[in-house]
């Protein structure tokens, strides 16, 4: 075994068979005086002082075994001493968890029996150790900050799913999520804990006391005079929730916060500590020294500057050091305590890690002086520590905690031979050691020091009518400029100090993205890239272990400084290959979707299931991108889910043999860095632990060539006319060069992370910017109620300045907290970094679309991550940055725009969940006027084509979301609907900043116009699209008043009913649903009036006829007196605020005023007789809309007089209120609905409209009433007895009204009264009598 980088070939095996008399002759250019000096002043004797030279005994290789035996056993305690059992403890060492008999509930527990994770609804479990006398310690890392109570219990304590550690009477707990301690009662005790602290639970049972620290700060003693005395021990304890975890340290590793006085529950390895410190000393000294044989003299050189030349003497001298010094490497209480603290203190000086090379070499040292299993144990040990010191530093102002243990990682991932071993068996095999990319937020901002680093505070203090921030300072004073500066002053100088860390996270991913160290075997990039894959693997699997999943608030972290580190990466190789495309225009090709050399493990594609679309589309494969599949893998592909036998399960599981059935997977919720929860206890005697199927695809399932494990560099790159990953170039894709192959992958995997868990963590971390608004309004309006408090009202006011106080404390906090949040997660940087994905994505989908049927290869996330990046950059980056900064902004919205608009109705995709998610991106798009004008800035084919799609009738399929995108489109230009506010919410709460509030209305008259076109030309498209919106209109208010009725009769009971909070947001829905239906056939009669007024198109009587029919029972339902609508209404459920006269009348008389006011007189004419022969029609409706033709309200008999609803005890359920016994229940005199009231909506203009068609109609109905001819009831049709008779079928000869009889043959072409074939329908004109 050769060392890399040491400038020597002496290997260690061809020296530790040479004999003592070889090791005097090796050192023949060494006389042995010099090497006798040389060998005392590296092992000098304390036993004797400091000798004379002259009486010194010499000393050479022959001796120095004996020599350094004597001098490791000096001042070692005697064996009798060390076993001596300590006084006051009972139990085995090591100290671990009880994982046979002490715990209740079910739980994992990690390999080293120190790390839990609870799996029940509150599990418990003790050590296997307990104390009855002295003082004892014992650590807790939390590793998530929800429901735990940790402290100390005796043997005699019961636990069950209810009752944990402190529930019983000889139990004592803290509690940092609820902030209490507990023992049997509870009380407030301590600080509020998070992920990342460190709990030290105390004992004295000399005293009887109990007292637990948080990071070393004490909280203060918890519990005094504790049952102490004969038969009383206690036992560290833990209670904790479902998918909650820590890990303990009884003092298997150093006490982070050692406590004077209180001893560790296990005992130190002292002996051992006192040897290795010898022994590293023994190495410093070799360090600092140096021979000069020319002279005959020893050197004192500075160690930083030393390397390893292949000195005979200094390596045989490293060689006796190390026969003693390697196996206690082995062990993690010496590795961190003695190896890690050494190789920190190399680091302390400062500079670049390059700058201290002494690492380097003494890696090269362990490699070449150690067997290979003692330097592997000792380097897995070293990152354990190091990244458990990372994780659960505590934050201070410089993060210099964390920098100096990123600086040590760097350093050892610098040496090549260490850093292929711990990629290849260490940082995802057995470590979390995507923690090291993670940087915590503080959850106590003035122990992490922000106070002193933002020590002014800054919030929005202006809003506008609609409760928002206003960006503009036009009205900021002179000190709120001052503190707004000091505070963003403040958040740069944070940031700045958080940007040396993630500056060190990305040279540690740079490192093992290095494809060019392939001396020593396969390049870091190659062994990373199959570790990637793996690691998505385990958490894309929904049917994985339950503690596998990273957790988002990583993921986010791990995914910024990878999209830096795989940029610089690409960016490098770009500068070397002429013509391949730059990092800002990156895309994946096609290519990857389909030939099988990437594994998606079951993803779902945009064309379904991998299996399906092998078979369906082998043809296209073949001629496209010239890839056979071979018939017997898409026959085994298709036998996936057939096969879920036992047997052939154990026989994929290659790791599951090995280890009794556990599952090597990362536990990330437990130990902070052990990566495998093996042993799931179970007081139930159950085991969770196997999945439905094997995580591995089973051989022979699979459908690519190779597993990832199995993949080389070659697979990969591909070489000599291979193309690697992009195997398989279809004729639409450029043969221009993209980037390494590699980095293809790994980008593709960026892209997988963001839609796994990034995107709705991004969301989470809103909430501390939404707060800051809460409180600062809340803050404006205390302050403004303290201006306007009379003097004399001492006691309100004391009670507004105790709440100004309290929110101007939490404001202080929160924006603090805000600023840490903003510059780790929403700084600029971070926000280019989502652009990028975005960008990516859509250049992505565009480069497969091009690629036709092979397009339904692709993944769905892809369009999912286009689709949550933009909406992320829209919603969770502002108000700090702003799109409109960000490069080729506008070109990107077109982009996505284009690709919204084609493949919401793309045939090739075929997943309801993308289709829903496509149609709601699309119609959030068209809310806004910047991402509207994008959509018209679309080629004009794709604008048509979009429009036609939206028009699709809306029968089987989502139709609600079709509605909601026209109604935006038509938002601004409809009767009365030009409103931000639902008008009537205005009216009765106007100082109310939380009403439900629209988006400005923002039409296209481009769409408007492209609408109009396709309508006008296509007259069967235009038939059965306004037919499916008469039928859905027809639903939607029928649904609506069914359950209105239902809420009207639990009002009206005698007794106390609950409505069901569900059951009034989905009445609201179909309210909103009949609105927004009304309000498309508004804009269809207004863009295309003909459709309903043009009698020569073959369905347009019918279609009005249909029409006035709907608008007529809106009104009578919606406008008469005392009706049903206007009691629920009255009610003011919450739920229904929505729920009004105004948003539906308006609708309403926006189509009537279109056809009887603002067309031309036939097809008024046509309108008005319409209308008017409808048998539902009444004038008194129309007369409602102004007010008129009502009686003055009088006020309504008791048992039908809705007073104000309670919200009843039930917090889903709403209580209708109870109607009084005797009286009026208050005035229920209410003034009558009238346009005129809402004169900031309701135009002059639009009001004279309203007046005009009213006169109209009374006019019309008046002439209709003098001459209509009383009819025979023989005369009336048949079916709906409201028309004249005046259609005859062919053959049969029956008859009905016209309009009966077309809405008939729309869906069946049977008679209605002997079932005949239809085959025609004439006129039919009654002889004269």
């Known amino acids: 075994m050769s060392s890399r980088g040491g400038g020597t070939a002496l290997t260690r095996r061809n020296y530790r068979l040479s004999s003592d008399s070889d090791k005097a002759r090796a050192t023949g250019i060494v006389n042995e005086k010099l090497l006798s000096d040389y060998l005392h002043h ?20 022959q001796d120095l075994g004996c020599h350094l035996e004597n001098l490791l056993s000096e001042e070692e305690p005697s064996e009798e001493i060390r076993d001596q059992p300590v006084e006051g403890r009972l139990g085995p060492q090591p100290v671990v968890l009880d994982h046979t008999s002490g715990f209740e509930g079910l739980l994992f527990v990690d390999d080293d029996l120190l790390g839990v994770i609870g799996h029940s609804n509150f599990s418990s479990i003790r050590a296997t150790t307990c104390v009855y006398k002295g003082k004892w310690a014992y650590e807790v890392l939390i590793s998530s900050q929800g429901l735990m109570q940790i402290g100390w219990c005796t043997l005699n304590c019961r636990f069950n799913q209810e009752e944990g550690v402190g529930d019983t009477p000889d139990s004592y707990a803290y509690d940092g999520n609820r902030v209490r301690k507990w023992n049997v009662t509870t009380t407030n005790y301590g600080k509020s804990w998070a992920a990342g602290d460190i709990v030290s639970c105390l004992i004295d049972l000399d005293e009887g006391t109990i007292t637990f620290c948080l990071n070393g700060q004490s909280l203060g003693t918890a519990f005094t005079n504790i049952k102490t005395g004969p038969g009383v021990a206690y036992f560290p304890s833990i209670s904790l929730s479902f998918k909650e975890s820590v890990a303990f340290n009884f003092g298997s590793r150093p006490l982070r916060y050692p406590v004077d006085g209180y001893l560790p529950l296990q005992n130190p390895p002292t002996s051992d500590l006192l040897k290795a410190h010898k022994l590293l000393g ?83 040292l362990f490699w070449l002086l150690m067997e290979d299993y003692e330097v592997n144990e000792c380097l897995k040990q070293l990152m354990m520590s190091l990244l458990r ?169 791990f995914l910024h400084r990878l999209i830096t580190a795989v940029r610089t990466c690409w960016d490098d190789g770009n500068r070397k290959t002429q013509g391949s495309v730059r990092s800002e225009e990156a895309y994946v090709p096609p290519q990857l979707f389909y030939n099988g050399k990437v594994d998606y493990f079951d993803l779902q594609r945009l064309g379904g299931l991998l ?146 868990s990034v995107h709705q963590q991004l969301g989470k971390m809103v909430v501390v910017s939404d707060d800051v608004h809460e409180y600062a309004v809340a803050l404006k309006d205390t302050e403004e109620k303290i201006a306007r408090c009379p003097a004399r009202r001492s006691d309100i006011l004391d009670e507004l300045q105790k709440s100004q106080k309290v929110f101007s404390e939490k404001l202080n906090h929160l924006s603090r907290r805000l600023a840490w949040i903003n510059a780790t997660i929403y700084s600029k940087e971070k926000m280019l970094d989502v652009y990028w994905l975005l960008c990516v994505c859509i250049r992505t989908i565009e480069h497969a679309d091009n690629t036709g049927s092979l397009f339904a290869f692709t993944p769905e996330f892809y369009l999912n991550v286009a689709m949550n990046a933009y909406s992320a950059l829209k919603n969770y980056f502002s108000p700090a940055n702003s799109m409109e900064e960000l490069p080729g902004y506008e070109e990107t919205l077109t982009q996505l725009a284009a690709i919204l608009a084609k493949h919401f109705a793309d045939p090739r995709i075929v997943g309801t969940d993308i289709k829903d998610s496509l149609m709601q991106a699309l119609a959030s798009y068209v809310c806004y006027p910047q991402s509207l004008r994008a959509v018209e800035r679309i080629p004009e084919e794709q604008r048509v084509a979009m429009m036609r799609n939206l028009l699709a009738p809306y029968e089987q399929r989502p139709w609600a979301q079709t509605n909601w995108i026209l109604v935006r489109l038509w938002r601004g230009c409809g009767f009365g609907y030009r409103y931000t506010r639902l008008p009537h919410l205005l009216k009765t709460k106007p100082e109310d900043a939380n009403l439900p509030s629209l988006q400005k209305p923002c039409p296209s008259l481009l769409l408007q116009r492209h609408m109009a076109e396709l309508l006008s030309v296509d007259k069967d498209m235009a038939a059965s699209f306004l037919n499916s919106v008469l039928n859905q209109l027809n639903w939607a208010f029928s649904e609506f008043i069914g359950m209105i009725q239902e809420i009207q009769q639990a009002a009206e009971r005698p007794e106390r009913n609950f409505v069901d909070t569900r059951q009034l947001k989905v009445c609201a829905t179909c309210f909103d649903l009949s609105v927004s239906l009304l309000r498309v056939l508004e804009m269809t009669v207004t863009l295309v009036p003909e459709i309903f007024l043009d009698w020569s198109r073959p369905s347009a009587e019918l279609l009005l006829r249909r029409l006035a029919q709907l608008l007529n029972q809106v009104l009578n339902r919606v406008t008469a ?159 709906c007895y409201a028309h004249s008779i005046s259609a005859v079928f062919k053959p049969c000869s029956h008859k009905s009204c016209k309009a009966c009889i077309n809405q008939h043959l729309m869906n069946n072409k049977d008679c209605f009264f002997c079932k005949a074939t239809i085959t025609g329908v004439d006129d039919y004109n009654k002889p004269a009598s």
């Open 42 to 61: 590296v092992f000098p004797s304390t036993k004797h002082g400091p000798a004379v030279a002259s009486l010194r005994k010499p000393l050479g290789f």
């Open 282 to 364: 023994y190495i410093k000294n070799v360090l600092c020294s140096a021979i000069d044989t020319q002279e005959d003299r020893l050197l004192e050189t500075d160690c930083a500057m030393w390397s390893l030349h292949g000195e005979p003497t200094v390596l045989v001298t490293l060689a006796h050091i190390f026969n003693h010094f390697a196996p206690l490497m082995c062990k993690v209480y010496l590795v961190e305590d003695v190896l890690m603290n050494f190789l920190l203190g190399i680091l302390e000086g400062g500079g670049s890690v390059d700058e201290h090379p002494l690492i380097q070499q003494l890696l090269d």
């Open 611 to 756: 299996s399906h679309l092998k078979k369906t589309l082998k043809d296209d494969l073949a001629s496209k991108a010239n890839i056979i599949i071979d018939p017997a893998e898409i026959q085994a592909a298709s036998m996936d889910d057939l096969d879920e036998d036992e047997e052939s399960g154990a026989a994929q599981r290659p790791f599951g043999a090995a280890m009794g059935g556990a599952l090597a997977r990362p536990s990330w919720l437990s130990s902070p860095t052990l990566g495998r929860a093996n042993r799931f206890l179970s007081t139930a005697a159950v085991s969770l632990m196997t999945p439905r199927r094997p995580l591995t695809q089973p051989e022979k399932v699979k459908v690519r060539t190779l597993t990832v494990e199995q993949r080389t560099e070659e697979d990969i790159e591909g070489s000599h006319g291979n193309d690697g990953l992009l195997l398989g170039r279809p004729v639409e894709e450029p043969e221009q060069p993209v980037a390494d192959k590699s980095l293809l992958e790994i980008v593709d995997g960026i892209v997988m992370m963001y839609n796994l």
């Open 389 to 557: 010191a990372y994780r659960f530093s505590p934050i201070i102002p410089d993060l210099g905690f964390q920098i100096h243990y990123l600086r040590l990682t760097t350093a050892v991932l610098h040496h090549e031979k260490s850093r292929k071993y711990l990629l290849n068996n260490v940082l995802f095999d057995v470590l979390r050691s995507v923690v090291f990319f993670y940087i915590k937020t503080p959850l106590r901002v003035k122990e992490a020091g922000l106070e002193e680093l933002i020590p002014t505070t800054w919030w929005p203090t202006h809003f506008d009518k609609e409760g928002k921030d206003e960006r503009e300072c036009k009205d900021e004073s002179a000190d709120e400029r001052l503190r707004r500066r000091a505070y963003e002053r403040g958040c740069q100088r944070l940031k700045k100090r958080i940007e040396v860390v993630e500056e060190l996270q990305v040279q540690i991913l740079r490192l093992l993205l290095n494809n060019k160290d392939k001396t020593t075997g396969e390049a870091s990039r190659y062994i990373f890239l199959n570790k990637f894959r793996k690691f998505l693997q385990e958490n894309a699997s929904n049917r994985g272990h339950p503690t596998a999943l990273c957790p988002p608030e990583y993921m986010v972290c």
């Open 1121 to 1279: 007196e005392k009706n049903l609508f206007d009691r629920v209404v009255n009610l003011r459920l919450p739920g229904l605020e929505s729920v009004d006269h105004y948003p539906i009348l308006v609708a309403v008389t926006g189509i009537l005023v279109r056809i009887l006011v603002d067309g031309d007189r036939q097809g008024i004419s046509r309108a008005a007789s319409v209308l008017l022969s409808d048998p539902c029609f009444q004038l008194h409706s129309i007369q409602h809309l102004l007010g008129e033709g009502a009686e003055p309200s009088r006020s309504l008999p008791a048992a039908a007089s809705p007073a104000r609803p309670v919200v009843g005890s039930l917090g889903s359920s709403v209580a209708p209120p109870i109607p009084s016994a005797a009286g009026n229940t208050g005035s229920t005199e209410r003034k009558h609905f009238s346009l005129h009231a809402y004169t900031d909506y309701i135009s002059e203009e639009e009001k004279h409209k309203v007046e005009l068609m009213l006169a109209f109609l009374t006019e019309e109905s008046k002439q209709a009433a003098a001459s209509t001819a009383p009819t025979s009831e023989e005369d009336l049709c048949p079916i």
